[in-house]
């Protein structure tokens, strides 16, 4: 079965909603140094390497390690502690999309920066700390892009990007929340942490979807919030 990591704090029917979706959910807890609209997001714990592999940071490590034994998993534990500010806090917040990985290269861990190089995983560099959270991975190689300067740095990669104004995604603490926050990617599906139909791209970011036949999963029908990146296992 394939596996779902999600914020500690994700509404109940959220997570009944993945489960339908055929995953097993397992939720974070928060990391009392981060700040605390963030301080359960997983893409701010660890990084997904692979379907297969992820760093963790080593606070937080016997904790996962314990609850996600039973899952058929590489867990790795990361070398840089989290701090309140940025960019102390983005060590794991890296997109890793197919042979690359787009990253601020002085912040990330070195740990992550090791295994990615023994996948032949191409570290590209970005000013945006928050790579992760700025980019939604599309299953066929391509993103939707929340940040101007990573879709430039997308743009010279050669990569295929959807380029939207996040302003409306929630993320209680903040102005608002990141696109790649708020979904996450798994075989020919997208997920979404809500509904695009409170959103101004709604109609771009579908028919963007539906030209790559890509299935998209709403997850509430509610205004779209940023929980931090769903790791999606196993798939």
């Known amino acids: 079965m394939e596996l779902a990591i999600v914020d500690g704090r994700m509404p109940d029917s959220m997570i009944a909603n993945l489960k339908a979706c055929g995953f097993a959910v397992e939720k974070t807890i928060e990391h009392s140094k981060l700040a605390k609209p963030v301080a359960y997001h997983p ?61 601020r290269a002085n912040f990330t861990d070195e740990i992550i920066k090791r295994e990615l190089c023994k996948n ?31 879709g ?36 020919d599906k997208l997920y979404i942490t809500g509904s695009l139909e409170y959103h101004d791209f709604e109609k771009s970011v579908r028919e963007w979807i539906e030209a790559k036949g890509i299935e998209l999963i709403e997850l509430s029908d509610d205004i779209i919030v940023d929980y931090g990146t769903i790791l999606i296992m196993g798939e």
């Open 152 to 187: 430039n740095v997308l743009r010279k990669e050669k990569i295929d990007y959807l380029e939207i104004n996040p302003n409306s995604i929630i993320l209680n603490g903040y102005d608002h929340g990141f696109i790649g926050g708020s979904s996450s990617q798994g075989s």
């Open 120 to 150: 032949n995983i191409e570290l590209v560099n970005i000013n945006q700390g928050y790579g992760k959270c700025s980019m939604a991975i599309i299953p066929d190689g391509s993103c939707i892009c929340g940040d101007v300067g990573v």
């Open 43 to 103: 893409d701010m714990q660890m990084c997904r390497i692979d379907k297969h592999t992820i760093v963790i940071c080593p606070e937080l490590f016997n904790h996962y390690i314990n609850k996600l034994e039973k899952y058929d998993l590489n867990l790795i534990c990361g070398k840089s502690k989290l701090e309140h500010k940025y960019p102390l806090d983005i060590a794991y917040n890296c997109a890793v999309m197919r042979n690359k990985a787009f990253h």
